[in-house]
């Protein structure tokens, strides 16, 4: 079955504004901070049926955001990690997903996901050869580096001289 077709989620992070601009809306961040590497970002979901909190790490030079998801339940996964080009033009940092993921049970496993959507968008030109390829070099090249680290997160970014750092999701009230 054929994934539904649908445009590249663009995302913008202004941070003097503290606003998170998604395809869904525009969402407060608690907290926004500039890092060697990129943009940590951390910011409540409000009335989301699985998600509470996320976090994450725009690292541009990668072409990865590192994401942190704190869920209702039982926890998915330890990191979801969007293939993305990433730019900043003074204070606001945009995110262009290139549809593919890499869900990485830390210490465990990755696996890259949604390739069907990627080529459902090149198939009806919402991407182009150029990004396409982009997603696809980017995804293996990251996928290769987190088995090569024991698909240890810290390990990976370790050995590039990262050292990314995560919150403590606030508790939802009861």
Known sequence: MQPAVHPV???LHDVPAMRHHTNT????VQTYLETDH?????REFIAHPRVRYWQAHL??????VVCRYDFHGRREHDYHLDIAQITRKGEVWTVRDLYLDILLHDGLMAEIVDTDELLCAHE???IDGREMHCAVTVAHATLAALARARYSLRDWQAAQ???LDWCVAPLTPA
């Open 59 to 64: 690292l541009p030079a990668q072409n990865v």
């Open 38 to 42: 990129g943009l940590f970002v951390a």
């Open 161 to 163: 001289g990262i050292r």
């Open 9 to 11: 989620k663009v995302e």
């Open 25 to 28: 809306g525009i969402r407060s």
């Open 124 to 126: 009806h030109g919402l």
